[in-house]
């Protein structure tokens, strides 16, 4: 689906808010404390700070000044949430921090600012930002992928297969990792944005996400976000059973393989299915 010319260009506009959000969350890093939503029943939905709140708000901001129209799937309940309308068929999904708990309160692995947008429940545009890497990304759909650096130039970027990394979510059961390793591939823990853009960040192979049973749609909105940004930049995206990962926001899939090179994809896939087991 290409973007309709309301919104053209939404990804470049609200990647200043973006990188100033990512900013603000990495200088509040290490100062701020974990005061857990009481209506989330996990340990990792629980986990929320006062950088979460303020990094939100900056982002909220920018869109009231430039889509003020548009619908919220919004992570946290900042008080710019409730002037924007409940519906829309132009939806914005926004993670202020991706992994709150372990990746930027515990630093195990990167964490993620995210920003998304779906007309009628598909992936157009998007922007995942990594604030402890330095490193930005966005695209829209079929107009190919950029990065952003922290001085602001902006460049093509392309997935590459150019190391042993391979990010994996936090709940990875430990067959797959010990398959990973079996395989001479590195397994490092990672917030879900990161996973979906996993082969464009540098020395990064490919990205593993595997996402309970107990979960309805398996892979959350939020972490399908950045897969249109890995697409863009040529990436090939599995979810359950080798079929293709879906590009809408709504079709379950429990499974998520991100991989430059589509000879590393069955290797993946096997390791995945170690999952599974019992």
Excluded: W
């Excluded at 464009?200 to 399908?224: Q, T």
């Amino acid at each position: 689906m290409q973007l309709s010319p309301k919104f053209a260009g939404f990804a470049q506009a609200m990647s200043p808010a973006v990188l100033q959000a990512s900013r603000l969350a990495h200088s509040m890093a290490g100062g701020v404390r974990n005061v857990p939503k009481t209506d989330e029943e996990s340990e990792v939905k629980q986990a929320l700070t006062a950088a979460d709140m303020a990094a939100q708000e900056v982002i909220l901001h920018a869109l009231l000044d430039l889509y003020p129209d548009v619908a919220l799937a919004a992570e946290e309940d900042t008080p710019s949430v409730a002037r924007f309308p409940s519906s829309s068929g132009a939806l914005v999904v926004i993670d202020p921090i991706d992994g709150t708990l372990h990746s930027y309160l515990e630093e195990r692995g990167p964490y993620a600012v995210i920003v998304g947008l779906a007309i009628d429940r598909q992936l157009v545009s998007s922007i995942v930002a990594l604030p402890r890497e330095g490193q930005t990304f966005l695209a829209e759909a079929g107009r190919g992928a950029v990065r952003i650096s922290p001085d602001g130039t902006t460049r093509s970027v392309g997935a590459s297969a150019d190391g042993d990394l391979v990010l994996v979510s936090h709940e990875m059961p430990r067959r797959v990792v010990g398959a990973l390793r079996a395989e001479g591939l590195r397994p490092v823990p990672a917030c879900g944005g990161a996973i979906a853009i996993a082969p464009l960040i540098r020395g990064v192979r490919a990205g593993l996400r595997y996402a309970p049973g107990s979960l309805p749609h398996g892979i959350s909105i939020r972490g399908r976000v950045g897969t249109l940004i890995a697409r863009e930049a040529g990436a090939h995206l599995h979810g359950d059973g080798g079929l293709e990962f879906p590009t809408d926001l709504d079709t379950p899939t429990r499974a998520l393989i991100v991989a430059a090179d589509p000879a590393d994809l069955p290797l993946l896939e096997k390791c995945l299915a170690q999952a599974g087991r019992a």
